[in-house]
T-cell receptor, first 117, second 113 residues
Framework: SAVISQKPSRDICQRGTSLTIQCQVDSQVTMMFWYRQQPGQSLTLIAT?????????ESGFVIDKFPISRPNLTFSTLTVSNMSPEDSSIYLCSVIDRGVGQGSPLHFGNGTRLTVT | QKEVEQNSGPLSVPEGAIASLNCTYS??????FFWYRQYSGKSPELIMS????GDKEDGRFTAQLNKASQYVSLLIRDSQPSDSATYLC?????????????FGKGTLLTVNP
């Protein structure tokens, strides 16, 4: 499967600031997604990163708070804007590395552990 | 009803025993089902995929799917302490052109030496 590199691996940020998380894949992939995992919780989809167009956000997530870029088929960024302590989570980049077919599972990067103080 | 539900756990089994993890889903049209393992502080790792009714075996792992009952399970035979992790059930919902993989809350498994 594709090798997914995510950075930073962790960060501690002050409230009100922004952090940009980068996701680099070693091969071209059709679909990239950003998930959030809050402490003790499961994974929640933030958005689908669309190459060359605006990301598709899930209910409860908005572009002003979580702007996403995807300039090509191997790279994406997620920015967490105007952070508050409630944004403390693990943020995960994930990809489908085969065809988009309905049966394809997701593979995950190592995640970014964000703490907002 | 939640989209994907798992037995809440935590589940504790002795080394060498069979661990049984269960999952139900609400969308009857779902077609693809996955089990992920997540060690503490790590990202989820795919361990099993299943798409049709019945059993699918891979080493010590067996996934079982019953679409009529909307039920997926994972059996781990000869459990080892290294199997101690959170196991996440994930389902691809059907319909439309959007791909969305929905996760359950996970079941924490502890295998005691």
């Amino acid at each position: 499967s594709a090798v997914i590199s995510q950075k930073p691996s962790r960060d501690i940020c002050q409230r009100g600031t922004s952090l940009t998380i980068q996701c680099q894949v070693d091969s071209q992939v059709t679909m990239m997604f950003w998930y959030r995992q809050q402490p003790g919780q499961s994974l929640t989809l933030i958005a689908t990163a669309n190459q060359g167009s605006e990301a598709t956000y899930e209910s409860g997530f908005v572009i002003d708070k979580f702007p996403i870029s995807r300039p090509n088929l191997t790279f994406s960024t997620l920015t967490v804007s105007n952070m508050s302590p409630e944004d403390s989570s693990i943020y995960l980049c994930s990809v489908i590395d085969r065809g988009v077919g309905q049966g394809s599972p997701l593979h995950f990067g190592n995640g970014t552990r964000l703490t907002v103080t | 009803q939640k989209e994907v539900e798992q037995n809440s756990g935590p589940l504790s089994v002795p080394e060498g025993a069979i661990a049984s993890l269960n999952c139900t889903y609400s969308d009857r049209g779902s077609q693809s089902f996955f089990w992920y393992r997540q060690y503490s502080g790590k990202s989820p790792e795919l361990i099993m995929s299943i798409y049709s009714n019945g059993d699918k075996e891979d080493g010590r792992f067996t996934a079982q799917l019953n679409k009529a009952s909307q039920y997926v399970s994972l059996l781990i035979r000869d459990s080892q302490p290294s199997d101690s992790a959170t196991y996440l059930c994930a389902v691809i919902r059907s319909g439309g052109s959007n791909y969305k993989l929905t996760f359950g809350k996970g079941t924490l498994l502890t295998v005691n030496p």
